[in-house]
């Protein structure tokens, strides 16, 4: 490469209302809650990656396992076109967030969910929980109550319990998460891509128009989380009992569910805690799969907006 000229020393930039002190003033760490253009600090230091589309009453979104925010592209651009403020954050150790060794457990999911809202000042909000963004959803409400919260939707999500217990008979064994923890330390890229061709978004059932734009965008997401983080999530999303988190739900909520999801059966699922949440609406989808946000994102497009709208 040439060599250029150089230019002018860049120039020192201060904050607002604040006075330079010399050559040893250096700008300080983000304290917690502190935000930034696109990051917000919790407690721990860890640095949450979040997006804050358009105006309006606020849609909060918690995504799924190994993925980030950009799951949720399609409702978040529907909804904020049509009048909604739409925020969604990376989970520690997923997307473009910071990976912490610690923390990748579904208490601290649900208070980095809390920090998000308290740092955007978010109030009367819907929440909006994917998989194991449903149980993240779950365990914010029961650990920091409906005071921020107007309506609550889980959607193809975790709760109640996946893991097969004698109090829970219609859960999965736990030898298949097991097995997915042996896959991720094996080569967790296969794996990513094994399940997005396969289970996740029903590719693997006969007649099934394979996207094969779907099956990347899922593997880049899950590539981008970290290691440590992605397989302690597996426990996080599998073994942790929400039943007396969906107890305290005292909002409108919204259950919806594919009938063909291979990944979260609904029987142990999404039949339970439409049971287990007082006067909640259930929706099936036919044949559908558990990644339904992508392949059926016009019709929950539209039941999140009627959702939304309704009293």
Same mark, same amino acid.
């Given at each position: 490469?040439?060599?250029?000229?150089?230019?002018?020393?860049? &120039? %020192?930039?201060?904050?607002? =209302?604040?006075?330079?002190?010399?050559?040893?003033?250096?700008? $300080?760490? !983000?304290?917690?809650?502190?935000?930034?253009?696109?990051?917000?600090?919790?407690?721990?230091?860890?640095?949450?990656?979040?997006?804050?589309?358009?105006?309006?009453?606020?849609?909060?979104?918690?995504?799924?396992?190994?993925?980030?925010?950009?799951?949720?592209?399609?409702?978040?651009?529907?909804?904020?076109?049509?009048?909604?403020?739409?925020?969604?954050?990376?989970?520690?150790?997923?997307?473009?967030?910071?990976?912490?060794?610690?923390?990748?457990?579904?208490?601290?999911?649900?208070?980095?969910?809390?920090?998000?809202?308290?740092?955007?000042?978010?109030?009367g909000a819907t929440l909006v929980g994917f998989s194991t963004g449903g149980g993240e959803v779950a365990?914010?409400?029961?650990?920091?109550?409906?005071?921020?919260? &107007? %309506?609550?939707?889980?959607? =193809?999500?975790?709760?109640?319990?996946?893991?097969?217990?004698? $109090?829970? !008979?219609?859960?999965?064994?736990?030898?298949?998460?097991?097995?997915?923890?042996?896959?991720?330390?094996?080569?967790?890229?296969q794996l990513y891509r094994d399940l997005a061709s396969g289970p996740f978004f029903g590719f693997n059932?006969?007649?099934?128009?394979?996207?094969?734009?779907?099956?990347?965008?899922?593997?880049?997401?899950?590539?981008?989380?970290?290691?440590?983080?992605?397989?302690?999530?597996?426990?996080?999303?599998?073994?942790?009992?929400?039943?007396?988190?969906?107890?305290?739900?005292?909002?409108?909520?919204?259950?919806?569910?594919?009938?063909?999801?291979?990944?979260?059966?609904?029987?142990?699922?999404?039949?339970?805690?439409?049971?287990?949440?007082?006067?909640?609406?259930?929706?099936?989808?036919?044949?559908?799969?558990?990644?339904?946000?992508?392949?059926?994102?016009?019709?929950?497009?539209?039941?999140?907006?009627?959702?939304?709208?309704?009293?």
């Open positions: 490469m040439g060599s250029a000229e150089p230019g002018p020393p860049p &120039k %020192k930039i201060t904050r607002p =209302g604040k006075k330079r002190r010399g050559a040893r003033h250096r700008e $300080q760490m !983000p304290v917690t809650g502190e935000k930034t253009m696109t990051t917000i600090t919790t407690r721990d230091g860890t640095s949450l990656y979040y997006k804050d589309w358009g105006s309006g009453p606020a849609v909060v979104f918690s995504h799924g396992w190994p993925l980030s925010s950009d799951s949720w592209e399609a409702q978040m651009l529907f909804l904020a076109e049509r009048g909604y403020r739409v925020i969604a954050h990376d989970r520690r150790g997923h997307g473009r967030s910071s990976q912490p060794w610690q923390g990748n457990d579904m208490n601290t999911y649900a208070d980095d969910l809390a920090t998000v809202l308290e740092t955007l000042d978010v109030r365990r914010y409400i029961g650990r920091h109550g409906t005071a921020r919260v &107007k %309506k609550a939707a889980l959607i =193809g999500a975790v709760p109640p319990l996946m893991l097969k217990t004698p $109090q829970n !008979p219609h859960g999965t064994p736990k030898e298949v998460f097991d097995g997915l923890r042996a896959a991720s330390l094996a080569d967790r890229s059932r006969p007649g099934a128009a394979v996207s094969q734009g779907m099956v990347d965008s899922f593997w880049l997401q899950g590539m981008q989380s970290g290691h440590k983080n992605a397989y302690d999530c597996i426990a996080a999303f599998s073994e942790t009992d929400l039943t007396a988190d969906l107890a305290k739900f005292d909002v409108p909520t919204l259950v919806v569910h594919g009938d063909d999801d291979q990944i979260v059966p609904i029987a142990a699922s999404a039949e339970l805690s439409a049971k287990l949440v007082k006067g909640a609406t259930l929706k099936v989808y036919a044949g559908a799969p558990h990644g339904l946000t992508d392949t059926h994102k016009s019709r929950l497009n539209e039941d999140l907006l009627a959702f939304l709208r309704s009293p």
